[in-house]
């Protein structure tokens, strides 16, 4: 029994630090830290340029799908990676578990390019 609660004792620990330490350092900063305010100083900085426009502006969902389809593909590859580096090792079996593995982000793709997802169309 005392063997949990010990455990629980250095979980409480590190949680308590894990906020105590930001909340500490964050106010020593702010008592550290200078504070000028001027008109200047509040004004949006775009490389040395007057801002111009708005400052939020509406982007296109299509952009974020297509984020989504590469993220998807890319994390494929590292999964494939070590498949390849060990197959030798690892035989018929993990070359069938990859074939289903590969087979499912197939049918996401196939999918995807049946829900349009993949076409480009401005608005």
């Not at 964050?26 to 008109?39: A, F, I, Q, S, W």
């Not at 494929?76 to 197959?87: C, D, K, N, R, S």
Request: charged fraction near 20%; aromatic fraction near 16%; avoid cysteine.
């Amino acid at each position: 029994m005392e063997k949990y609660i010990n455990n629980y004792v250095i979980v409480t620990i590190f949680i308590l630090l894990g906020i105590l330490l930001p909340v500490v350092a964050l106010t020593v900063g702010r008592l550290l830290r200078p504070n000028k305010p001027t008109e200047e100083k509040k004004t949006t900085y775009e490389s040395g340029n007057e801002p111009v426009g708005d400052g939020q502006i509406r982007f296109n969902v299509r952009y974020y799908l297509f984020a989504l389809m590469f993220v998807i593909f890319d994390i494929e590859t590292v999964f494939l990676y070590p498949w390849a580096v060990a197959y030798k090792q690892l035989g018929l079996f993990i070359l069938v578990e990859m074939a289903i593995f590969v087979g499912l982000l197939l049918i996401g793709l196939i999918y995807a390019w049946k829900k349009k997802v993949l076409k480009w169309n401005s608005i």
